[in-house]
């Protein structure tokens, strides 16, 4: 059976895990109610258009939070603000503040998503030599879009690391596509695995600073009828190393 014990072993052994829809939903059921599920996943159908993307590319959608959990494990949604990479962690849209629609209200404050950040913070917080530290959380709803002259690209910025301590990716839906395998790479480039996330709450974790990861494109199956890949990203970084790196 997968706990949340083996599960921070195994990330603690290989710097990433897979976790399949079944044990991942029973994991994050012992953490709280995922009551309002079906209108989570639901919200994926209001995502708002990215048009940070390179070359003027319009098959993603999101919507983005930020979060705040204290050591003592109380999660608190933060004012709306940009999300930012430095061109060392993302080269292709890295360098500039990007303001994305924000999560509806109803969808970050429900039992859904606040669970899911619970859940990690319990992992996350394993996985620390010292006491629990604070963190800041990011979450953002990604829609990649698929079409016949046009594959949508999950990651377009290739296998990278995120400038973060840990990564969940979770899968809300696919609708009539192919590919999107997750290829996890060593910091030396070596290849450590790999898996598609196919069925609902099907989950990815990655130890941010000891892999890459990277996603194929998609491709629609049937050329006539919409196709999109739909996941949640929650991202965790500790408060203290963004205080130090804002004073380097």
């Known amino acids: 059976m997968t706990t949340v014990e083996t599960l921070a072993a195994d990330l603690q052994r290989d710097g990433f895990a897979f976790v399949p829809a079944e044990p991942m ?47 003592g494990g109380a999660i608190a949604r933060q004012p709306h603000q940009p999300h930012y990479q430095t061109l060392e962690y993302n080269p292709l849209h890295g360098g500039i503040a990007r303001w994305f629609e924000p999560i509806a209200p109803e969808i970050g404050g429900g039992s859904t998503l606040q669970t899911i950040v619970r859940w990690c913070a319990q992992l996350f917080d394993r996985l620390e030599a010292a006491a629990p530290p604070e963190w800041r959380v990011e979450v953002h709803q990604f829609r990649i879009e698929a ?44 290849t450590l695995g790999s898996f598609t996330l196919t069925t609902p709450l099907d989950a990815a974790l990655v130890e941010d600073a000891r892999v890459f990861h990277g996603v194929t494109p998609v491709a629609p199956f049937d050329p006539a009828a919409p196709a999109y890949r739909d996941v949640l990203v929650v991202t965790f970084k500790r408060t203290v190393a963004i205080q130090r790196n804002a004073k380097a």
């Open 25 to 71: 939903r029973a994991l994050l059921e012992r953490a709280g109610a995922l009551d309002d599920l079906p209108a989570f996943s639901e919200s994926w159908n209001s995502l708002a258009l990215d048009t940070y993307m390179a070359a003027g590319a319009r098959y993603r959608r999101r919507r983005h939070a930020v979060f705040s959990v204290t050591a």
């Open 147 to 190: 079409r016949p002259e046009q594959a949508g690209q999950p990651t377009p910025e290739g296998m990278h690391r995120d400038g973060v301590d840990h990564v969940l990716v979770l899968l809300i839906h696919r609708q009539n596509i192919l590919s999107g395998t997750t290829t996890i790479h060593g910091l030396d480039g070596a």
